[in-house]
């Protein structure tokens, strides 16, 4: 199983950034799809999720507005499209899959909003 996440960097506030997770080894429209995010010194917070065909999503409310969760089951990998970001959306933002019991973690990618 693997789970690789890709698209993240050094951006300036108000800019925008698209993740990408690129997974295989298991049935990617079985599973719901996340993203969580992890800022230096604080726990892991989910940001957004999709179900499984994509119908229904839910984001944190920091986020709200601004990211854009997306899946393509053809293709096994997830999107977070982050507009207008700021300082504050800094953190590594990790990839999940989950068909409970069974979970699975990407291995994260760093986001930087700085000027």
């Known amino acids: 199983v693997q789970l690789v996440e890709s698209g993240g960097g050094l951006v300036q506030p108000g800019g925008s950034l698209r993740l990408s997770c690129a997974t295989s080894?298991?049935?990617?429209?079985?599973?719901?799809m996340s993203w969580y995010r992890q800022a230096p010194g604080k726990e892991r917070e989910l940001v957004a999720s999709i179900t499984t065909a994509g119908i229904s999503t839910n984001y944190a409310d920091s986020v709200k507005g601004r990211f854009t969760i997306s899946r393509d089951n053809a293709k096994n990998t997830v999107y977070l499209q982050m507009n207008s970001l700021k300082p504050e959306d800094t953190a590594v933002y990790y990839c999940?899959?989950?068909?409970?019991?069974?979970?699975?973690w990407g291995q994260g990618t760093q986001v930087t909003v700085s000027s």
């Open positions: 999940h899959a989950a068909d409970w019991p069974t979970v699975y």
């Open positions: 080894g298991f049935t990617f429209s079985r599973y719901g």
